[in-house]
């Protein structure tokens, strides 16, 4: 099954997306993490077909996830 990761430091934004998004969990899993470095835990533990994420975060930010990424 694919697998969507969404990343985001706001959790209330996370929970929203994440519920929003079940009517599809025929079609994909949806995974969340609220940094980067939390974002690529998940990379690194699992296969993931496309990464959602915010650009503005603490500790990590989503430049330096799409840097790690490439």
């Known amino acids: 099954m694919k697998q969507v990761l969404i990343v985001d ?21 949806v995974v969340t993490a609220q940094d980067g470095r939390a974002a690529i835990a998940v990379l690194e533990d699992r296969h993931v077909d496309l990464v959602v994420t915010d650009l503005r975060m603490p500790t990590m930010d989503g430049f330096e996830l799409m840097a790690y990424m490439a």
Not at 9 to 29: K, V
């Open 9 to 29: 430091d706001e959790e209330s934004f996370l929970l929203t997306l994440s519920t929003g998004l079940e009517s599809y969990a025929d079609q994909f899993r």
